[in-house]
């Protein structure tokens, strides 16, 4: 199922099968991804692609410094007026955060009001509403995208909100070649796809993640990595404990998408970066050279730490 899937993706999402494999990590996993890159590189499209490939019900919500939270969780409305106590009954409108797969555009354009309205639903699966808290589909995956180059009136999200995202990754450019098939396309692809495997596999599969085996001597290379973040005194901030959760559900889900029902260690170095780069903080970072101190760092930490 996890072969059809990916296939299919890179049907569309030309020459760029890590890219492609790590958000199905993501998404196997039951959490959020973070695309920090350049316009125009494919961001929407991998999800509408995904959306398609699995029969899910997709949106896409543009953030921009006017929207507000119930613009995004929804809200309720007077739908008619009780005939013996005059007074109106009120309906609940659903926000497109009730879909399977959110395309969170942009999403520090927004404020961290706006920002935080996406806190509950991606932490907890749920939104509270009105005093009431309505389940969110299942499964609920969302995909952030914002622009590392452009900062001017964007607000940049805290660590809070950044710690509810699995991955941050980019995309990047296609190779050469692949981008001029994309030049001699005469339509949208993924407008002509047809679901190759259905939401119900997808909880299968999801639950089969969990059952990945992770031996002790691995479950200790996550700690000597997390321990190594904290005991620096370079790093401010080291991995906290729900990034070690992370890392080891990050783990299991990409041991699965490689056909393994078992963790190596070179699935836990491989995903450090992704993982654990955007939930540490330096000392002395700038914001617009950030990432990159932090990669580097982890870097560092991984040619020390002993490998089981």
Sequence with gaps: MITKLQNQIEQIILGKTTTVQLCLTAFLAGEHLLLEDVPGVGKTMLARTLARSVNAEFRRIQFTPDLLPAEITGSSIPSAVNEISHEN??????????????????INRATPRTQSALLEAMGEGCVTTDGKTRQLP??????????????????????????????????????????????????RPESTLTPVINLD????????????????????????????????????????????????????????????????????????????????????????????????????????????
């Design 138 to 187: 299942n499964p609920f995956f969302v995909i952030a995208t914002q622009n590392p180059m452009e900062f001017e009136g964007t607000f940049p999200l805290p660590e809070s909100q950044m710690d509810r995202f699995l991955m941050r990754i980019s995309i990047g450019y296609a190779p050469r070649e692949r981008e001029k098939e994309l030049l001699e396309r005469r339509m």
């Design 201 to 308: 596999e997808i909880r299968i599969l999801q639950n089969e993640v969990r059952n990945v085996r992770v031996h002790e001597a691995i479950a200790d290379y996550l700690m000597d990595i997390a321990d190594a973040t904290r005991q620096d005194p370079s790093c401010r901030v080291g991995v906290s404990t729900r990034g070690l959760q992370a890392l080891y559900r990050a783990a299991q889900a990409w041991a699965k998408v490689q056909g393994r029902d078992y963790v190596i260690p070179d699935d836990v170095k491989f995903l450090t970066i992704p993982v654990l780069a955007h939930r540490i903080v330096m000392k002395s970072s700038f914001r617009n050279d950030s990432r990159k101190n932090s990669e580097d760092f982890l870097r560092k930490v991984l040619e020390r730490v002993l490998i089981p």
């Design 89 to 106: 009954s009120w309906r609940f409108m659903p926000g497109p955060i009730f879909a399977n797969i959110v395309l969170a555009d942009e």
